[in-house]
C-alpha cells in the first residue's frame, strides 16, 4: 500500500504539488492524469525520492519512505519511463539484471529469472537475451523497460507515460499486455499518463490533478459518472459511454461458439446455420482465421465459393484482451457489424458483433469490469 | 586490394635495394629519391585503403607481417642496406636508444595527461564552474607554440628548482599538449550521456558511482579513448620537437642531421616517428575494438 500524506512540492514561490494525499491498496493501479504541468510526474518521481518532497510523508507498506537511504527505497520500487532509458552498452539480458545484480544476487539465480521475464512480456528468450537495445524496435524495448522494472520483483511499481512514445497500434497491445501482467502479479502501481483513455482502460483508480492540486480520485467509472467538478467533467469529455466500453475486454462477451470452415469445406459453410448478422469463418487446418463469408451474400443465392472473401487477421481481427470500445472502433472502420476474435497466432476464438457491444452497455456490465480484477482469461 | 599495395611495396623495395647496390662505385651515398618516396606513398594510400575494406582481422594482420618479413629481406639480401639511411643507421649506434626514449616519453606524457584529464573530464561534465575554467585553460595550452611554451616553462621550473632543459621540461610540455584531447573527449563523453540513460539508472537505485562506473563511463569510453588516440599521435610528434630544449629523442637525429645537412640522418629521425604515430594511431583502434560494447560501436550491426 501506498499513503501519500499532505505531499508538497515548491520551486520558489510556484507550487508544483499542493498538499495531495491519497492512498493506492495493495494490488491496485491508481493513474495519475492532468493536463501537463498539473504536477503528475512531479508527485511520482517523489514517491522514489528522484524530487525530494517540501512537505508531506510517503508511506509505502507502513514505512516511512524519507528513513530509507533512497538507493535502497529504489532498489525496491520498479520504475519505468517513456524514454525507456535502457542501457545501450549492455545486452537486454544484462539490462534486465541490473537490480539483482544491485542487490547481490548470484547469477545462477538471476540467468533464470532473466529468460522469465522475458518470457513474460512476450519476448523469446532465446532470441532476445543477447541483442542489444539499439537492435529492439520500440515497442520491444519499452517491454524490456518493463521486464527490467520487475526483475526483482518489487511490490511497488511506478510509470512515467510508459507507452507514451510509442505508435497507437503498439501502444493498444501494450496496455492490453500490461492489464495481463498486472492481473497475473498484482503489483501495486503507480501510472501517470496524459491519456484518458488509457487511463480509465487500465486503473482501478485515477487522480486528476490540475495545477498540483488534486481534482478526484475515484475508481473510472464514478469519475466518469459522477464527476466532482466541472473540470473532471470537461477533462473526461462527453462520450462518458463510449468511454466506459474502454473499459470492457472483448474474452468478456464475446461468442465462441461460432460457424466455421476449415480449410475450404464447402459442406460445412452449407451447413452452417448461416444467421443473417454474421460470417461463417474460413480457417486453414490450424485454425488460422483466412477468411469468412458473408450469410447475406449467400442469402440471395450466391454459390458459396465466390461468397467467400479472403482477410488478414492482423487487419480484421482483435484479440481477447482488446477493449470493447477498440473491436467498435474497428467494426465501425471495416463497415461490419462482427469482428472475429484471434489469438496472437491468429487462430479464431470466436466473435464479437454490434449486438452484444448494445447489451453490455444496456446491463451496465462495463461497471464491473476493471482490468486489475477477474482471475481468468 | 592489400595484396597489390604489398605486391607494389615489395617490387619498391628490392628496386631501391637493387638500384643502391648497383650505383655504389662513384658516388659514397646512395639517397633514396623522391620518386621512390612518390610511390611509397602511393602505396600507403592504396595499403589504408585496402585495410579500411579488409573487413577480417586475419587480412590486416597477414598484410602487416608480409611487408615487415619484405622490409627486412629487401634490407638483407636486397640491397636496401646500402642506401644511406641504412648507412646512417650503422653509424648511429645510439638510434634504439633514442627511439625507447621516444616511446617512453610519449607513453608517459600521455599517462599522466590520462590521469589527470579524465578525472578533470568527468568533473567538467558535473560542474559548470570546472567545465568553464579546465577546458578553455586546456585549449590555452594548446595554442600554445611549442617553442613559446619551453619559454614560459622556465620560470616556474625554476622557481621550483627543477631543470630547465632535458627530460623533465619535455614531460611536463607533453603532458599538458595531450590534456586537451583527453579532457575535452571525457567531458564530451560523460555529458553526452542520453538523460533518460540516466534518469533510469538512478530510478532503479544507482548510487553515484556505481551510475559512473557501470553506466556513464563504458558510454562515454569510445570518446574517451578517441581521446587518448588523439593525445598519443599528436605527442609523439611534439616529443620530436623537444630535443631542442634537450630531450633525447628521435627529434635529436633529426636535429642533427639538419645541423650538418645530412638529410638521410633527417630521414633516420624521421621515418620511425611516422612508424610511430601508425603504430599509436592502429594499436588504439584495437583497444577500442576489444573494450568498445558491441551495443555502442559505431556502424556495421544494424537494427533489427
Redesign the interface.
Known amino acids: 500500500m501506498i499513503t501519500l500524506e499532505h505531499l508538497t512540492k515548491r520551486y520558489g514561490e510556484r507550487l508544483a504539488v499542493d498538499d495531495l494525499s491519497f492512498e493506492v491498496a495493495d494490488g491496485e493501479v491508481a493513474v495519475l492524469i492532468g493536463p501537463s504541468g498539473c504536477g503528475k510526474t512531479t508527485t511520482l518521481r517523489m514517491i522514489n525520492r528522484l524530487i525530494e518532497p517540501s512537505a508531506g510523508r510517503i508511506f509505502i507498506d507502513g514505512t516511512d519512505a524519507t528513513t530509507l537511504k533512497p538507493e535502497e527505497l529504489r532498489r525496491h520500487i520498479g520504475y519505468v519511463i517513456q524514454s525507456v532509458g535502457l542501457f545501450p552498452h549492455l545486452t537486454v539480458a544484462e539490462n534486465i539484471a541490473t537490480v539483482p545484480r544491485l542487490l547481490g544476487w548470484k547469477s545462477d539465480r538471476i540467468r533464470p529469472r532473466t529468460s522469465e521475464l522475458l518470457e513474460l512480456v512476450g519476448l523469446p528468450s532465446s532470441e532476445y537475451a543477447e541483442k542489444y537495445p539499439r537492435q529492439l524496435s520500440g515497442g520491444e524495448a519499452q517491454r524490456v523497460g518493463v521486464a527490467r522494472a520487475l526483475a526483482a520483483d518489487p511490490p511497488v511499481l511506478l510509470m512515467d507515460e510508459p507507452f507514451g512514445a510509442v505508435d497507437p497500434l503498439n501502444r493498444d497491445r501494450l496496455q492490453a499486455e500490461f492489464a495481463r501482467i498486472q492481473r497475473e502479479l498484482k503489483k501495486t502501481v503507480v501510472f501517470v499518463t496524459h491519456d484518458i483513455d488509457e487511463a480509465i482502460r487500465l486503473a482501478d483508480k485515477i487522480a486528476l490533478m490540475r495545477e498540483g492540486r488534486l481534482q478526484q480520485y475515484d475508481a473510472p467509472e464514478m469519475l466518469l459518472d459522477h464527476p466532482a467538478n466541472k473540470f473532471v467533467h470537461d477533462f473526461v469529455g462527453a462520450d462518458a459511454a463510449l468511454k466506459r466500453l474502454g473499459r470492457v475486454r472483448v474474452d468478456r462477451v464475446m461468442r465462441t461458439a461460432v460457424p466455421r470452415a476449415a480449410d475450404g469445406d464447402r459442406t460445412a459453410i452449407d451447413a452452417a446455420a448461416c444467421s443473417p448478422e454474421r460470417f461463417v469463418y474460413l480457417t486453414d487446418v490450424a485454425g488460422v482465421l483466412t477468411g469468412w463469408v458473408d450469410c447475406r451474400v449467400l442469402d440471395r443465392g450466391t454459390p458459396p465459393s465466390e461468397a467467400e472473401t479472403p482477410v488478414d487477421w492482423h487487419e480484421a481481427a482483435v484479440h481477447p484482451d482488446a477493449s470493447l470500445k477498440e473491436a467498435l472502433s474497428r467494426m465501425l472502420a471495416l463497415g461490419y457489424r462482427a469482428v472475429p476474435v484471434v489469438d496472437e497466432e491468429g487462430r479464431l476464438l470466436g466473435d464479437v458483433s454490434l449486438m452484444d457491444v448494445e447489451r453490455t452497455m444496456e446491463s451496465g456490465d462495463a461497471h464491473m469490469d476493471a482490468p486489475g480484477k477477474g482471475g481468468e482469461a | 586490394m592489400l595484396a597489390c599495395a604489398i605486391v607494389a611495396l615489395g617490387a619498391l623495395l628490392f628496386g631501391v635495394g637493387h638500384a643502391a647496390e648497383n650505383l655504389t662505385h662513384p658516388p659514397a651515398r646512395v639517397s633514396v629519391g623522391a620518386g621512390a618516396w612518390l610511390v611509397l606513398v602511393g602505396v600507403a594510400i592504396v595499403w589504408f585503403q585496402g585495410s579500411r575494406l579488409a573487413r577480417s582481422r586475419l587480412a590486416s594482420t597477414v598484410a602487416w607481417v608480409s611487408a615487415a618479413v619484405l622490409t627486412l629481406s629487401a634490407v638483407v639480401w636486397g640491397g636496401l642496406g646500402t642506401t644511406g639511411i641504412a648507412l646512417e643507421y650503422g653509424q648511429q649506434d645510439v638510434f634504439w636508444i633514442l627511439t625507447v626514449n621516444h616511446i617512453l616519453l610519449t607513453l608517459a606524457g600521455t599517462a599522466i595527461a590520462a590521469v589527470i584529464g579524465v578525472p578533470l573530464g568527468i568533473w567538467a561534465a558535473r560542474s559548470r564552474i570546472v567545465r568553464g575554467t579546465a577546458i578553455p585553460f586546456a585549449g590555452l595550452v594548446q595554442t600554445i607554440p611549442s617553442l613559446a611554451l619551453f619559454g614560459l616553462l622556465i620560470v616556474p621550473l625554476t622557481l621550483l628548482g627543477l631543470p630547465t632543459i632535458g627530460t623533465v621540461p619535455a614531460l611536463i610540455a607533453l603532458t599538458l599538449y595531450a590534456l586537451l584531447p583527453i579532457v575535452r573527449n571525457t567531458y564530451l563523453g560523460v555529458a553526452g550521456v ?1 538523460e ?12 553515484g558511482s ?1 551510475l559512473l562506473l ?2 556513464e563511463l ?2 562515454a569510453l569510445p570518446l574517451i579513448l578517441e581521446g587518448l588516440r588523439a593525445a598519443l599521435v599528436l605527442t609523439v610528434g611534439i616529443a620530436a620537437v623537444m630535443a631542442i630544449a634537450g630531450a633525447q629523442d628521435l627529434g635529436t637525429l633529426v636535429f642533427l642531421g639538419f645541423g650538418v645537412q645530412a638529410n638521410d640522418l633527417v630521414l633516420l629521425g624521421a621515418l620511425p616517428m611516422v612508424v610511430l604515430a601508425i603504430i599509436a594511431d592502429q594499436g588504439m583502434r584495437a583497444l577500442e575494438r576489444e573494450f568498445v ?4 560501436r559505431p556502424g556495421r ?1 544494424e ?2
Do not use: F, K, T
Not at chain 2, 293 to 296: E, K, R, V
Open positions: 542520453d533518460a540513460v540516466v534518469d533510469a539508472g538512478r530510478g532503479m537505485g544507482m548510487s556505481e557501470r553506466v563504458p558510454l560494447s558491441p551495443g555502442i550491426e537494427p533489427a
